[in-house]
């Protein structure tokens, strides 16, 4: 049971670049999330998906896309990098608090390092 | 919208003592989740201690507990016998109780340990 598993660790981008950060969980949860961490800020909504099919924006959603294909997959895209962008990008699965009758912890992926140049 | 407000950002405490972390909230809601997370330098986050708005006794988790005050909306970590590995991160972490399980944080404290 490996949790929820990111990748890359580190990337460095040129403005403009595309590129997704991957994010996976095994515990068939059905809630994933994106967060972004900025010095100072605490960590910030992105996207997230409560199942399959279905994302809804968060706090920052601007120059992010999403999709959920899978319950185990939730993939985070940069169209077009930017300087802002540069951040530490968390992703965080949970189960469902409805079907669950106990499980409201969100367990939270190693973080990838961003760099925007 | 909901708030979370940690307005220490840098706390120190030496080795074997007890450091209080503050945290302020704003919410419309009666019901929802507190949380306390740690971030060591690993970068992972790491669950301290969660509250139930709805439970009036305040949660425990060995020498970590909280000072839940529902009418002032604060939520402080208490931190006894304080040790090394207790360094790091700590953010202040609010939820509703239905629906997206949106995590809203605070800003964080960082935690030094003094030997």
């Known amino acids: 049971n490996a949790g929820v598993t990111q990748t890359p660790k580190f990337q460095v981008l040129k403005t403009g670049q595309s590129m997704t950060l991957q994010c996976a969980q095994d515990m068939n949860h059905e809630y994933m999330s994106w967060y972004r961490q900025d010095p100072g800020m605490g960590l910030r909504l992105i996207h997230y998906s409560v199942g399959a099919g279905i994302t809804d924006q968060g706090e920052v959603p601007n120059g992010y896309n999403v999709s959920r294909s899978t319950t185990e997959d939730f993939p985070l895209r940069l169209l077009s990098a930017a300087p802002s962008q540069t951040s530490v990008y968390f992703c965080?699965?949970?189960?469902?608090?409805?079907?669950?009758?106990?499980?409201?912890?969100?367990?939270f992926g190693p973080g990838t390092r961003l760099t925007v140049t | 919208a909901q708030t979370v407000t940690q307005s220490q950002p840098e706390m120190s405490v030496q080795e074997a003592e007890t450091v209080t972390l503050s945290c302020t909230y704003d919410?419309?809601?009666?019901?929802?989740?507190l949380f306390w997370y740690k971030q060591p330098p690993s970068r992972q986050m790491i669950l301290v201690i969660r509250?139930?708005?709805?439970?009036?006794q305040n949660a425990t988790e060995n020498r970590f507990s909280v000072n839940f005050q529902k009418a002032a909306k604060s939520f402080s970590l208490k931190i006894s016998d304080s040790q090394l590995g207790d360094a790091a991160m700590y953010f202040c972490?609010?939820?509703?109780?239905?629906?997206?399980?949106?995590?809203?944080f605070g800003q964080g404290t960082r935690l030094t340990i003094n030997p």
């Open positions: 919410t419309s809601e009666s019901d929802y989740y």
């Open positions: 972490a609010y939820r509703k109780i239905q629906g997206a399980q949106k995590l809203v």
């Open positions: 965080a699965s949970s189960s469902h608090p409805i079907l669950a009758s106990s499980s409201y912890e969100q367990y």
């Open positions: 509250q139930e708005a709805y439970k009036q």
